[in-house]
């Protein structure tokens, strides 16, 4: 995995000398229908058949989410929703727009996870 040198002051000491950080880099974007003409190419499904089962993944997904479950994908990973609130001295007082932060969350499975264990990285030139 290629990665490029990024030079960032401390936004909490600006006087403080900046430091070079490690960013990586992008080299393009896989699309929905590009990926589903791959794993077809991989199985017995037509690309069509794959951007279906995609699609359906993506529909129902927030659903599912929303309403308070977890969605665990075998060996991929759990998504999840997580938010954070500003307090209330009482329950009476506490309103929905105290609500903030709302974040969709993914914990990669472990055989997942394995596989980004052996990267390489090298410096963009």
Do not use: C, H
């Not at 995995?1 to 990024?6: A, P, Q, R, T």
């Not at 359906?56 to 954070?84: C, H, M, Y």
């Not at 500003?86 to 709302?102: P, Y």
């Amino acid at each position: 995995m290629k990665y490029k040198l990024i030079e960032r002051g401390n936004p909490g000491d600006i006087t403080a000398p900046k430091k070079w950080y490690a960013s990586p880099v992008k080299t393009g974007t896989v699309t929905q229908k590009s990926l589903a003409k791959e794993i077809s190419s991989r199985s017995s499904l037509t690309s069509g058949d794959v951007a279906n089962v995609v699609q359906n993944l993506l529909d129902l997904l927030p659903t599912k989410l929303i309403e308070g479950n977890s969605v665990q994908l075998g060996d991929f990973g759990t998504f999840r929703i997580s938010f954070s609130s500003e307090g209330a001295e009482t329950t009476g007082e506490f309103t929905t727009d105290k609500i903030k932060g709302l974040k969709i969350l993914f914990t990669p499975g472990t055989d997942f996870k394995k596989e980004f264990s052996s990267i390489k990285f090298e410096q963009e030139k």
